[in-house]
């Protein structure tokens, strides 16, 4: 089901001549499929783009209904991008056309927002069928995927248990950050990442960056943060807890995040405290690790953290909300407040005190 559209709106759009997106790193591959789907009537390919610039510029100046993608383009991380176009794009249709069929890898891009995944080696008849589907709101996976996907998923009862290194170069893997980038943000050289990411491939039981992003995004508790790690202090005594702590920072600021996060590892080394930019990040960790308490900024860049916050309550009722921001506004805070929040806050107020006490509240 594609949201934001209902059944009048389908007819009126099955009615409508659908602009298409064509993203392949190939120019053959894109002639291809633009071939392939000439003849298909209320249909019109209205732009090209080989690499994931392109495209989020194609995105905003063409504003497609539908995009088919190889999501192995240079420029692009597949998870993080294709939720943030799931964001901005709420009614853009969404095919990938891949040559992987790793069930991981396709599990993790249909969890991150597309309507469908085709496969690269089927026939053009079935890439025309599937986009006449996925403009018809529905759903496409190929054949040959469906008895990978169908089959009983083993549950994963130990994870792997990774460094701090590792932990920290998988986060910067899933932020979408390449080689070369991760090496500079760590004071590494690129040949130790690429050994680092060798060995983590082999733990996690994957074959590629893609598979172990969507690895983590099932399993984020791989990469969560401990508040003992966060230390640079004599560790303080732990606030009392019945069972480890569980915190959500959610804020657009990196570096803020950061430095909440190294203050409530301070306030209670026992909690693990994950991080999200967005309100899609925050929505899927909220499900995946149900924490106790969340830090939500009332502005995510151009989303809502008001918006964030309720639909955080709607999922988990029992779980703290406190919304927080540099510009305290008595309009947000009443909004905050009837979303579900528990507190509404100013970051210049939130020193280690403040903090204590909200934990203190939360667990209690």
């Known amino acids: 089901m594609v949201v934001g559209i209902n059944s009048f709106q389908w007819h009126n759009k099955l009615m409508e001549t659908a602009r298409v997106l064509l993203a392949d790193d190939h120019a053959v591959v894109r002639a291809g499929i633009r071939t392939a789907l000439e003849d298909l009537p209320n249909l019109e390919v209205v732009g090209e783009v080989g690499d994931g610039n392109e495209l989020l510029q194609a995105l905003e100046q063409l504003q497609p209904a539908c995009l088919l993608i190889d999501v192995t383009m240079p420029d692009f991380e597949p998870i993080s991008t294709i939720r943030w176009i799931r964001a901005r794009y709420p009614e853009l249709f969404i095919l990938v056309v891949s040559a992987y069929d790793d069930d991981i890898y396709v599990q993790g891009l249909l969890s991150a927002g597309v309507n469908g995944y085709h496969l690269k080696d089927q026939p053009l008849n079935d890439l025309r069928l599937a986009i006449?589907?996925?403009?018809?709101?529905?759903?496409?996976?190929?054949?040959?995927?469906?008895?990978?996907?169908?089959?009983?998923?083993?549950?994963?009862?130990?994870?792997?248990?990774?460094?701090?290194?590792?932990?920290?170069?998988?986060?910067?893997?899933?932020?979408?950050?390449?080689?070369?980038?991760?090496?500079?943000?760590?004071?590494?050289?690129?040949?130790?990442?690429?050994?680092?990411?060798?060995?983590?491939?082999?733990?996690?039981?994957?074959?590629?960056?893609?598979?172990?992003?969507?690895?983590?995004?099932?399993?984020?508790?791989?990469?969560?943060?401990?508040?003992?790690?966060?230390?640079?202090?004599?560790?303080?005594?732990?606030?009392?807890?019945?069972?480890?702590?569980?915190?959500?920072?959610?804020?657009?600021?990196?570096?803020?995040?950061?430095?909440?996060?190294?203050?409530?590892?301070?306030?209670?080394?026992?909690?693990?405290?994950?991080?999200?930019?967005?309100?899609?990040?925050?929505?899927h960790l909220a499900e995946k690790v149900v924490p106790w308490l969340s830090f939500v900024d009332v502005v995510l860049a151009d989303e809502d953290g008001i918006i964030c916050t309720r639909r955080i309550k709607a999922k988990l009722p029992a779980s703290r909300v406190v919304l927080i921001s540099a510009y305290p506004d008595r309009e947000f805070h009443r909004r905050g407040l009837e979303a579900g929040a528990t507190a509404f806050l100013d970051k210049k107020d939130l020193d280690a005190a403040t903090l204590r006490q909200i934990i203190q509240d939360a667990i209690g």
């Open 132 to 283: 006449t589907r996925i403009l018809s709101g529905e759903r496409w996976i190929s054949s040959t995927l469906l008895d990978k996907l169908l089959k009983p998923q083993q549950t994963v009862n130990n994870l792997p248990q990774l460094s701090s290194r590792q932990r920290d170069i998988l986060r910067l893997l899933v932020a979408g950050l390449d080689n070369r980038s991760i090496a500079h943000e760590l004071n590494l050289s690129i040949k130790t990442i690429e050994n680092h990411l060798t060995r983590l491939y082999r733990q996690l039981g994957v074959q590629h960056r893609l598979a172990a992003a969507s690895f983590v995004h099932e399993h984020p508790e791989l990469i969560a943060h401990s508040g003992t790690m966060a230390q640079t202090e004599p560790e303080p005594v732990p606030l009392p807890v019945d069972q480890q702590t569980t915190i959500l920072v959610v804020d657009d600021n990196k570096r803020y995040r950061s430095q909440l996060r190294r203050m409530i590892g301070k306030v209670q080394p026992n909690a693990m405290i994950y991080e999200a930019g967005n309100m899609a990040e925050a929505l």
